[in-house]
């Protein structure tokens, strides 16, 4: 990449490590705030690093049960693709099983306790794909289904529909 494309790129994410160091520093200080919990857990599972940013998240939701800070769908779709990237690495079945079990619980607290949030038709999508990653294929067809014929977004309809496409392949191929 020549300089001048790379430069606003480096500018953009030294940025953003600057706000996460002083969201990390608020933090030590003010360490019930649910929001700055949030925040924080959020760029952990942005940087797939789940085990610095579930604590965190837990105590964000405890703190902020009605969601006043407007973050806790965020917290719960990233949650739900943290575990959904590690069910894709995961080396044994065991292992799998469990992590797609956990990204389907939040993609589903999303869908199901958050239907006004901006998050909840992508929470739907990931959470089709997830079944269809854990071989529940009717799950995913039946969500998958839904969220095409339901969606005003034409982008997530697309994807719902190729990705249901590729599902109902998948399970005739069983």
């Known amino acids: 990449m020549p300089p001048e494309q790379f430069s606003p790129i480096m500018q953009a994410s030294l940025e953003k490590e600057k706000v996460f160091m002083a969201q990390l520093a ?9 929001k700055l919990n ?6 952990y599972f942005e940087r797939m690093q789940l085990e610095k940013g579930h604590p965190l998240s837990e105590k964000a939701i405890e703190l902020d049960p009605k969601n006043s800070t407007g973050l806790i769908p965020n917290l719960h779709n990233q949650l739900g693709l943290a575990y959904a990237t590690m069910g894709e690495t995961a080396q044994d079945a065991e292992e799998r099983a469990t992590h797609y079990e956990k990204a389907i619980l939040h993609f589903k607290t999303v869908v199901d306790e958050y239907p006004n949030s901006d998050l909840n038709q992508p929470a739907q999508y990931y959470l089709g794909v997830t079944y269809a990653l854990s071989q529940d294929y ?15 977004d034409d982008i997530i309809k697309r994807n719902a529909e190729a990705m249901l496409t590729r599902v109902k392949q998948l399970a005739g191929a069983e």
């Open 138 to 152: 009717d799950s995913a067809i039946s969500v998958l289904d839904k969220l095409a014929n339901h969606t005003s």
């Open 26 to 34: 608020e933090l030590e200080k003010m360490p019930e705030d649910a």
């Open 38 to 43: 949030a925040q924080v857990a959020i760029t």
